[in-house]
């Protein structure tokens, strides 16, 4: 039994092919063509359409590189970032990046892991680091701000690990001291392999955002619990599992380990003063499971975390340094361009078309991007960025905008006998930019082809201030004023 739909389907097949039979006898009729001849045409113009529109063969997925674990994941990223610094021009923070890469490098090398005490200001902290090397070197006091400075003691042993300890100064504390603590703080925490955050009596709502910061950041955190000897074993349990329902809520996948790194002393009934020993145990526990499955994994992702956030450094100083070379070169090209329009005869278009100042512009612009282009290549471009132009009327458009622009300009009556040159060093420029895009983008205009790009930076061009500039700037160029 066959459904509704098939039914449906075969009489709208029908209908369809019906009304081609009448559309097709009409055509037929109408320009007096053979049937044959018709139904070939049609036939060649579907297959066009479904081999372009349905056959298309996929474009290949950019292939992501595969590594076999993290650790060389971690080296093939700093190899990277040490091609990239070559690219900074400016010595001095190449070489400071270059450094810092070179730390990194070791970091890989090494076999402790780095373990970070971070947290409020008279938390336990130092207490912690303490009671882990099982003896007093650290200061501790009732007062915050008792650890000032970031301190590396020698690696000792968890479980089957060595691990080196480092005490940082607190967060959160008020005061310009406190700010400088906190914000060394941070720098110690962001280069830690492993964070322990230590908070006392609950988790507070500015180490709670912190935490979340740290995490964000892809940090491997234990939250550290201190201080519990203050609470109940019933009290104990209920603020622990508070404190795990918020990581849980906020989906943060922290462990959460109650511990006691300096409980309060005891009074005896003997009127002696009683110390008792740290309660570590769980902390212990959750270290040496971390250290026996993780050392390698946790190094590694701490150096590709650092090694990401060199990367964005080294690239916004890469930006910025090209910005500022195709900033002069477009300068250069565009006082060229105007000084020659003013003693050339030729229509503007024509110059813009056929100078070949505009194809070695390209060319220089193309070198500051590390493209490498041929002359025919960059006329190639000069020609297609042309013809969009003038297909946009952007020539004409260029011309009235500044035209209105210098009526109102005091100096406009003597500097109007040079619009045509500043007309080409206004173009020449929004060309400059168009191309710095295109070769930002290693040589592709972008979904929106040329024409967007064109446009947007002739849209940028028109800002006030920036036509001002151009103007004032153009003005004392050809010494006009
Ligand atoms: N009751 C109790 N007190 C503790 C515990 N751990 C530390 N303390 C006390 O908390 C206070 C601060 O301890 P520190 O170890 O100096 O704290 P910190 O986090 O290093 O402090 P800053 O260096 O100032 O940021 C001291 O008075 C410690 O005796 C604990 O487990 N229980
Ligand atoms: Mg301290």
């Keep these: 039994m066959r459904g509704l739909r098939f039914w449906l389907g075969l009489v709208a097949v029908a209908a369809g092919v019906s009304l081609l039979i009448v559309l097709l006898d009409v055509v037929v009729k109408l320009m007096q063509v053979s049937p044959l001849a018709l139904v070939v045409l049609l036939l060649i113009v579907v297959f066009i359409c479904l081999r372009w529109r349905f056959f298309r063969p996929p474009s290949p997925a950019p ?29 001095v923070t190449q070489g400071a990046l270059q450094e810092q890469t070179e730390k990194l490098r070791t970091t890989i090398e090494r076999q402790e892991l780095q373990v970070v005490v971070f947290g409020v200001g008279s938390a336990g902290k130092t207490s912690l680091v303490n009671a882990l090397l099982g003896r007093a070197q650290g200061k501790i006091a009732a ?30 504390e008020a005061g310009e001291g406190g700010k400088e603590r906190e914000e060394l703080a941070r720098r110690i925490a962001t280069r830690a ?14 180490e709670f955002q912190l935490l979340q910061e740290l995490y964000h950041l892809g940090k491997k955190i234990v939250l550290v619990w201190n201080k519990i000897d203050l609470y109940t074993k019933s009290d104990q349990a209920a603020i622990l599992a508070k404190i795990q329902e918020r990581l849980q809520q906020a989906h943060l996948a922290i462990e959460t380990v109650p511990i006691a790194a300096h409980p309060a002393p005891v009074s005896l009934p003997t009127g002696e003063i009683y110390q008792p020993p740290p309660k570590l145990a769980p902390l212990l526990a959750t270290l040496a499971d971390i250290l026996t499955a993780q050392t390698k994994d946790l190094i590694a992702d701490n150096v590709l975390l650092q090694c990401q956030t060199l990367t964005t450094e080294a690239r916004s100083v890469i930006t910025a340094e090209r910005e500022q070379q195709t900033q002069a070169i477009i300068d250069r090209y565009q006082w060229l361009v105007a000084a020659a329009v003013v003693a050339n005869p030729l229509p503007l278009v024509d110059f813009l078309a056929t100078a070949a100042v505009h194809t070695q512009m390209v060319l220089d612009i193309a070198q500051v991007y590390d493209c490498q282009i041929s002359w025919e290549d960059g006329q190639n471009l000069v020609k297609s960025l042309v013809q969009t132009m003038t297909g946009l009327g952007l020539t004409k458009t260029a011309m009235q905008i500044l035209n209105a622009t210098l009526t109102v300009n005091p100096l406009g009556v003597v500097v109007k006998n040079a619009l045509g040159g500043i007309t080409a060093a206004y173009l020449t420029r929004i060309a400059g930019r168009s191309f710095q895009a295109y070769f930002a983008q290693q040589g592709q205009w972008g979904d929106g082809g040329i024409t967007a790009v ?14 001002q500039k151009f103007l004032q700037q153009t003005i004392a160029h050809l010494e006009l004023n």
Excluded: H, W
């Design 63 to 91: 292939s992501i590189p595969q590594f076999p674990d993290k650790l060389t994941a971690a080296q093939a990223n700093l190899t990277a970032l040490e091609e990239q610094l070559q690219k900074i021009r400016d010595q």
């Design 143 to 172: 007062t915050m701000g008792t650890t000032e400075i970031g301190v590396k003691y020698r690696p000792v042993q968890i479980g089957k690990s060595t691990v080196s300890l480092v005490d940082c100064p607190g967060i959160l």
């Design 193 to 206: 392999d492993l964070l322990l955050f230590v908070i006392a009596e609950d988790l507070k709502q500015a």
């Design 454 to 467: 064109v446009q947007q930076q002739f849209a940028l061009a028109q800002k006030e201030e920036l036509l």
